[in-house]
């Protein structure tokens, strides 16, 4: 079974005729591979419905097709230019056209002019059969030509020409050998369409280059164009919202989680607080607290406070510590000894460099003793020169 590229996958491919004319159509399915042609008024609904695209090829002699050179470098600028570039090659106003292209190479362009009203009229028409296409393209540019050589599809009355350098016709068939070139100097490829066979069945391998010119552009481009790129796009907006929430609580229970260590650093400078002064009713501020106490015992000297210096240094490392509690806190002769419970030495150790990486700290780990499944520990902290 012939297949195609990967652009036509699960694609109805559909060669329309007219208004009054049944339709040819066949399905490329996900592999690629291209189905049976059938003709019939219209695909059942089923297979409407199931497709990812719709690509419908439609004839050739109600379009003008050129190739020409444009200084563009993208489509948007080819389609601005390409009016002023065929206005003397096209019969009529350019501006009451409808225009499309696509690049063929390095600077050239196939054209293609159209009349709106036309394509307002094969739009309604295939609408009227519950067809909704996603692209309406040339018929002929399905039918690919080489380097060296032609290509000619006789479909009874109308024949579909291809020629090297993009040149692309149709003709009426008994046309065809007065405006062919001579074939001693250039090869021609000919095919027939067999009485009650279908020209799609030849044209499909090649409808994705005609694919590639699209004239359901600008106005025409149907509602549901894009629908799945939307749909995607709108999927990674709540995937990128989720994230937002999901980090949003982290940083909040994150924020809860310091809040109790310092909670609890506070309880316990409460608590040594109240074990030096018993007699203390409240200690709305156990640090501030310590500190006046401390002064006031001390006649206010500079270094009075020197321990408490070193508890508000070391508190907000501390409070970052969610594995470490700590279990004591002990001042003498400026030196701050903090007695703590740890899960490991290596957790210890890991708190002693933080420590010790905090300016104006100098911290040491004096003991570690395991206990149970828990290591106790020391940390001597002293004020760093």
Partial sequence: ??????????????????????????????????????????????????????????????????TCNLPARN??????????????QIAGNVDALHFAVAARGPGTWCVA???????????????ARGIVPD??????????????HGSVLVDGDRALVALPGDRAFVVDSELLDSVLPDESELHIERRHVEAGGSALSVLAAGAARAGELNLLTGGFAPAHRGADLRQRWARIGWIAAAALVLAL???????????????????????????RFPEAQSVPNPLAQMRNAVKAATGGSG?????????????PVLASQAQISLQGVEYRAGVLSLRLSAPSIEALDGLRESLAATP????????????????????KLEARA
């Avoid at 159209?114 to 309604?124: G, K, N, V, Y």
């Avoid at 692209?135 to 060296?148: W, Y």
């Avoid at 270094?303 to 508190?315: I, V």
């Fill in 135 to 148: 692209c309406i393209s040339p018929d002929v540019l399905a039918l690919r030509a080489g380097r060296e």
């Fill in 75 to 88: 489509a948007e600028q080819a389609l601005q230019a390409a009016p002023f570039a065929v206005e003397e």
């Fill in 249 to 275: 609580v982290h940083l909040k229970l994150d924020e809860v989680r310091l809040d109790r260590r310092v909670q609890a650093l506070n309880a316990e400078m409460e608590r040594v607080y109240r074990a």
């Fill in 113 to 127: 002019a159209a009349e709106p009203a036309l394509l307002q009229q094969w739009l309604a028409a295939l609408a």
């Fill in 360 to 379: 104006g700290l100098k911290a040491t780990l004096e003991t570690a003793e395991t206990q149970g499944e828990a290591v106790e520990g020391r940390i």
């Fill in 1 to 66: 079974m012939t297949t195609v590229s990967p652009s036509l996958r699960d694609t109805l491919l559909i060669h329309w005729r007219g208004d009054q004319q049944a339709l040819d159509w066949l399905r490329v399915d996900g592999a690629g591979r291209i189905g049976l042609s059938q003709r019939e008024h219209a695909p059942p609904a089923s297979v409407l419905a199931a497709v990812r695209q719709i690509l419908v090829l439609a004839p050739s002699e109600s379009i003008s097709l050129l």
């Fill in 303 to 315: 270094n009075a406070g020197a321990g408490l210096d070193l508890l508000s240094l070391s508190a």
